[in-house]
């Protein structure tokens, strides 16, 4: 049985950050292909990141420079740390994962297990 959990979202003023956690169980984080999407309230959910097995990293080009992904294997967790943040940057985030190899890292369908997310806000 997989389970994801997020955590660390909350509100921050424009130009700040904060780390998103991602605490998987029955699911190893050094394995598989993991990611973090989020859910805006009108533009709908947005591939926001993911960090493969071999620790290749993928953004969106709408956080480059400004998010980093990354895991710590012993925690069994993967993270987000944000900065810069911006209004557009409020949604629900996610994390996500898969075994093995993903063909598309910013298609929903190709992770099975999902976390139920952790709101940012920024204002």
């Known amino acids: 049985h997989v389970q994801l959990v997020e955590s660390g979202g909350g509100s921050v003023q424009a130009g700040g950050s904060v780390r998103l956690a991602c605490v998987a169980s029955?699911?190893?984080?050094?394995?598989?292909?993991m990611g973090w999407f989020r859910q805006h309230p009108v533009k709908g959910r947005e591939a926001v990141a993911s960090l493969d097995g071999d620790l290749t990293t993928r953004y969106a080009d709408s956080v480059k420079g400004r998010f980093t992904v990354s895991k710590d294997n012993a925690k069994n967790t993967l993270y987000l740390q944000t900065g810069s943040l911006k209004p557009e940057d409020t949604a629900l985030h996610y994390c996500?994962?898969?075994?093995?190899?993903?063909?598309?890292?910013?298609?929903?369908?190709?992770?099975?297990?999902w976390g139920q997310g952790t709101q940012v806000t920024v204002s």
């Open positions: 029955g699911y190893l984080v050094s394995s598989g292909c």
């Open positions: 996500a994962a898969e075994y093995g190899a993903h063909g598309t890292w910013n298609d929903p369908v190709e992770y099975t297990y």
